[in-house]
């Protein structure tokens, strides 16, 4: 599955951006891809922020963003999104989509097999 995110961009503190993620390439069934979200600061090793699953009854959040994140999923479109609100200076990095042949969400990094190629966000204060 080939991952194309999307909406990164500069905002001021307590402002909203929503990422966009577009899966294509070789998807059998739109209903066997979970999606989900990570981050990555400078400096920082990469972590969880969101998780959804391919029918998109359950999702898993970060407790950093819970509250001011959403994930939703749009599977005639294969596309997962982030909905971020109220964004702080500490939500500033480098965001990535991943996709995992399963059903089921997942908030660990090695459950995913196929990653996008990130999109930068800068929260400024």
């Known amino acids: 599955v080939q991952l194309q995110a999307s909406g990164g961009g500069l905002v001021q503190a307590g402002g909203s951006l929503r990422l966009s993620c577009a899966a294509s390439g070789r998807i059998f069934s739109s209903y066997s891809i979970a999606l989900g979200w990570f981050r990555q600061a400078p400096g920082k090793e990469r972590e969880f922020v969101a998780a959804?699953?391919?029918?998109?009854?359950?999702?898993y959040y970060a407790d950093s963003v819970k509250g001011r994140f959403t994930i939703s999923k749009d599977n005639a479109k294969i596309t997962v999104y982030l909905q971020m609100n109220s964004l702080k200076p500490e939500d500033t990095a480098v965001y990535y989509c991943?996709?995992?042949?399963?059903?089921?969400?997942?908030?660990?990094?090695?459950?995913?097999?196929?990653w996008g190629q990130g999109t930068q966000v800068t929260v400024s204060s």
């Open positions: 991943a996709a995992r042949y399963d059903p089921r969400a997942a908030i660990v990094s090695y459950q995913y097999t196929d």
């Open positions: 959804i699953s391919e029918s998109g009854a359950t999702t």
